[in-house]
């Protein structure tokens, strides 16, 4: 059976990935995932609060005052949330968009992430 989660549990999600102060993210990282948080996608496969901190420091130097936002509703099953999301200029339509599988921890903090890169510019 599958079922709608709260918009609000992506955006905070999304928050960790949009938030730019290096302290500020380490923080919101750890409050997000796991201790073993491990985050796969096709371009990284990274474990731990500070590898995936850092990977969202090298997104958002690569993609410079571009902003993650969910794109439709997160659905959800058991332990594992299914969404998308996009990743453009604040107000515009997003060149990126992706879709990432997270697996919650007992605690409701992510453990497992799968992404996806479902439209990417060239």
Same mark, same amino acid.
């Given at each position: 059976? %599958?079922? %709608?989660? $709260?918009?609000?549990?992506?955006?905070?999600?999304?928050?960790?990935?949009?938030? %730019?102060?290096?302290?500020?993210?380490?923080?919101?990282?750890?409050?997000?995932?796991?201790?073993?948080?491990?985050?796969?996608?096709?371009?990284?496969?990274?474990?731990?609060?500070?590898?995936?901190?850092?990977?969202?420091?090298?997104? *958002? *130097? *690569? &993609? /410079?005052?571009? @902003? &993650?936002?969910? @794109?439709?509703?997160? @659905?959800?099953?058991?332990?594992?949330?299914?969404? $998308?999301?996009?990743?453009? /200029?604040?107000?515009?339509?997003?060149?990126?968009?992706? $879709?990432? $599988?997270?697996?919650?921890?007992?605690?409701?903090?992510?453990?497992?992430?799968?992404?996806?890169?479902?439209?990417?510019?060239?």
């Amino acid at each position: 059976m %599958t079922n %709608t989660i $709260s918009l609000d549990s992506v955006i905070f999600y999304l928050d960790a990935w949009n938030n %730019t102060d290096p302290d500020a993210r380490a923080e919101a990282v750890a409050a997000v995932f796991t201790e073993d948080a491990r985050y796969v996608d096709p371009l990284a496969d990274v474990t731990g609060h500070e590898a995936i901190a850092a990977l969202i420091g090298g997104v *958002q *130097q *690569q &993609f /410079p005052g571009f @902003v &993650f936002r969910p @794109v439709g509703e997160p @659905v959800a099953h058991h332990d594992v949330v299914r969404f $998308s999301w996009g990743l453009g /200029p604040d107000g515009e339509e997003p060149p990126v968009i992706g $879709s990432d $599988s997270v697996v919650r921890a007992a605690d409701g903090r992510v453990c497992l992430v799968l992404g996806f890169l479902d439209r990417v510019p060239g």
